[in-house]
């Protein structure tokens, strides 16, 4: 399998505080990887040297082919990312929206018009394609900003606890898009704090006080904790954290 983000004792310190201590893990072409952890965990440190946002102190990381020391440009480049607390402009349309981060990614205006077309059909939302983007209810939000997310077609894309605040009907329809994401060659790095979405990624990290206690599939890592699902895995784990914030 083609490896598409590569860590090898990757470390972060702020001062004597290490908040990501020496992980290691790779990710493949078109996986679901959830990364998950309590507050303090280390995880949005992680995300933000993987995004090339942040430099590490020590170890070792590739994303998309390029190295996360050297390269953070050439990364931004080429992964795409959502936050749960901003990813569109609420004062532009819903077209507005597309247009922007299309340029932005570097698409052509034609590419872009391909774009605006395929994505407010994919939505339905052709009666509100001229609406200001903070009319829409927050499930529809969420999924626009996913999807411009990948308007460039990234490697990779990064999801920062995407459907926080969003009722379950919703959550899994984000997650239909998420599945077809996947099935084209996206890589799926997704955090979250609903244990049960923990259950629809490939593959599941858990990091405890900056360090990764438990990699594994799903089902591997409730067998091996003996337990029925994976909010039984994480209050495990979680009990044994000393910190409480990230």
């Given amino acids: 399998m083609e490896t598409v983000i590569k860590a090898n004792k990757l470390t972060k310190r702020f001062g004597d505080f290490v908040a990501v201590d020496e992980i290691t893990f790779d990710v493949y072409k078109g996986e679901i990887f959830g990364f998950l952890g309590a ?11 993987l995004c090339g946002l942040s430099t590490p102190t020590s170890g070792e990381a590739t994303v998309a082919g390029f190295d996360v020391f050297t390269q953070p440009e050439e990364i931004k480049k080429n992964i795409g990312y959502m936050s749960q607390k901003f990813s569109l402009y609420e004062d532009l349309s819903v077209l507005e929206n597309i247009e922007f ?20 059909s994919k939505l339905g939302l052709e009666k509100e394609a001229n609406n200001l983007v903070r009319s829409l209810p927050l499930g529809w939000k969420q999924k626009l900003s996913f999807l411009v997310a990948i308007v460039h077609q990234p490697k990779i894309v990064f ?7 969003v009722d379950p009907y919703m959550r899994r329809e984000f997650w239909d898009l998420i599945y077809d994401a996947a099935d084209k060659g996206i890589t799926i790095f997704v955090t979250t704090h609903y244990l049960d979405e923990a259950e629809y990624c490939n593959r599941v990290t858990i990091m405890v006080d900056g360090k990764i206690e438990a990699l594994d599939s799903p089902g ?3 067998q091996k904790f003996g337990v029925a699902s994976m909010d039984e895995v994480f209050y495990k784990l979680a009990r044994q954290a000393k910190r409480s914030a990230d």
């Fill in 159 to 165: 999801l920062d606890e995407p459907t926080g605040g």
């Fill in 101 to 120: 981060y299309g340029g932005i990614y570097g698409l052509s205006r034609s590419e872009i018009r391909e774009k605006n077309k395929e994505l407010i």
């Fill in 220 to 222: 591997g890592l409730r």
């Fill in 39 to 49: 507050n303090g965990a280390g995880k949005t440190t992680a995300m933000r040297m």
